[in-house]
């Protein structure tokens, strides 16, 4: 983890990781944004800052012209591509990978400071921890826990990727008052057998991977899925992946979201 001085907050960031520029713009930084990478799609204002390629392969020369401040890297960024900005001499901050909604909190805070917005960004996490209170506050009345299939990728629909423990879409469903179907796997994220899938027959199916041409009724397609409770019942649904995996503000509204699904009757 890399740490920075910086001698007044940054008015000039680049950023490299699409969390990093929703909690930018979530702070209220969005402003001192100037170049961010390909996949940084939100909010709709960040896809009128100019990219500087993606986080596999950044244009170097582009973020240099830039002469930004602050260049606001993130653990899917590449390190080699890190060492190259610091060895023009530019001021990198490495902001750490949450494990937790509490490290997502510290990351908003550690970000307001480095821009001059702390005060926003400690009045927006207090605002997101209440909504996440209302949230687990009438979960805990749940008179049952849903089995929950939560697909990432299924390119392969005989083994699609799924979420094991520890990730943030696992602690969505957890919060929620689910219980995810692939917490028994060994990996944060794993493929499973289409049989395996059928056997744990899950009360809940939630498609992240829509965006990609899975659907509803292909999904109900699959050899043996007809006979899953979640397809017999109509209980598959298309969820928005941003806001399950991106470590950022919107992880609450991912939470909202999920909550209503899995236990409708205590949000109504």
Do not use: C
């Not at 950023?15 to 209220?28: D, H, M």
């Not at 908003?108 to 480095?114: A, I, M, R, S």
Request: glycine letters at 8%; a neutral charge; hydrophobic letters at 40%.
């Amino acid at each position: 983890k890399r740490t920075v001085k910086l001698s007044k907050p940054a008015q000039r960031v680049v950023s490299l990781a699409p969390s990093n520029t929703e909690i930018l713009f979530a702070v209220g930084a969005g402003k001192q944004v100037i170049g961010r990478d390909d996949f940084s799609d939100y909010p709709a204002e960040a896809k009128s800052v100019t990219s500087i390629g993606s986080t596999r392969k950044l244009n170097i020369e582009a973020i240099v012209a830039f002469k930004p401040d602050l260049v606001l890297s993130a653990g899917i960024t590449n390190l080699e591509q890190v060492k190259s900005l610091e060895d023009v001499g530019l001021t990198v901050y490495a902001l750490a990978n949450p494990k937790d909604l509490d490290g997502m909190y510290a990351n908003l805070v550690t970000v307001g400071q480095l821009t001059g917005h702390e005060d926003e960004a400690k009045k927006l996490s207090e605002n997101l921890k209440k909504r996440v209170s209302a949230v687990t506050d009438k979960v805990k009345s749940a008179s049952s826990k849903p089995k929950v299939f939560y697909e990432i990728d299924g390119t392969d629909p005989l083994k699609p990727w799924t979420t094991g423990a520890g990730t943030f879409i696992d602690t969505l469903i957890s919060m929620s008052g689910g219980q995810n179907v692939g917490a028994g796997l060994k990996d944060s994220f794993a493929q499973i057998s289409s049989e395996e899938v059928v056997k744990q027959n899950p009360d809940i199916i939630l498609l992240g991977d829509t965006k990609f041409g899975v659907s509803i009724e292909s999904v109900g397609k699959r050899a043996g899925w007809n006979g899953i409770a979640a397809v017999k019942n109509s209980k598959t649904f298309a969820f928005d992946d941003d806001l399950a995996s991106r470590p950022g503000p919107r992880l609450i509204d991912g939470l909202e979201m999920m909550a209503k699904v899995l236990q409708p009757d205590l949000f109504k």
